[in-house]
């Protein structure tokens, strides 16, 4: 390994650690994580394409955002949450589950198949995967502190392929040296600023990458 190489895999690290000291849900050192933000395509309850029937509504249920294509779908969908927030944690997970960066339980650090199938949880609209389900009281004990492990693995990826000649997917701008980092739906997206994150949050459908499959 020539020694410019030495170092960046010396510093990588130390960016990465500087990318994730914060608390889920909120931003700092170029760090903005976001779990609740609704990031599918399509109403829960009409599943029309959001945005067919204008604007979309927009509901805070269950501490978790929830888009719909019309006013008339929010009362269908608080008159039966339960199986509605089954369709929606269904959809997350195949949004998302090939994006999850994670190959060990993040609860008890052991490879996620060693109990048998993994146990894929959704918290608020973000997916997250555990050895057993016992874990899950132990992550909704503190889930800041291990969702920064995922934020930790997606960031240094990201960075991994960064080049300060990229530019941003919103502004078009030069990313530079110290982009913004938006984890959402558990894809990091590398940012010319904070404003160009508010944009993706507000329509994540048009910069999320596809899974393969689709």
């Known amino acids: 390994m020539n020694t410019t190489n030495t170092f960046f895999a010396f510093l990588l ?8 000291m914060t608390a889920t849900g909120g931003s700092h050192d170029g760090l903005i994580s976001d779990n609740s933000t609704y990031t599918l395509p399509a109403c829960p309850v009409s599943g029309q394409p959001l945005g067919a029937m204008g604007a979309p509504v927009i509901e805070i249920i269950d501490d978790r955002e929830v888009r719909f294509c019309c006013a008339g779908c929010v009362g269908k969908y608080r008159a039966n949450t339960a199986d509605y927030e089954a369709k929606v944690n269904a959809a997350v997970i195949e949004q998302q589950k ?8 993040l609860v008890m650090d052991i490879a996620l198949k060693d109990m048998g199938n993994p146990i894929e949880y959704v918290y608020r609209n973000r ?11 132990s992550f909704e004990s503190d889930p800041a502190a291990y969702l920064e492990k995922v934020d930790a693995a997606l960031v240094e990826n990201a960075l991994a392929d960064h080049s300060p000649e990229d530019v941003c997917v919103v502004s078009g701008e030069p990313l530079g040296k110290k982009p913004v980092a ?16 508010d944009a993706v949050r507000a329509h994540p459908t048009k910069y999320l990458a596809k899974p393969s499959h689709e």
């Open 182 to 197: 938006l984890v959402i739906a558990n894809q990091a997206i590398l940012l010319h600023s904070a404003a160009c994150a």
């Open 127 to 137: 997916l997250v995967r555990f050895c057993c389900a016992s874990c899950i009281d």
């Open 13 to 20: 690290p130390s960016l990465v650690v500087l990318f994730c």
């Open 98 to 105: 090939e994006a999850y960066p994670l190959d060990r339980c």
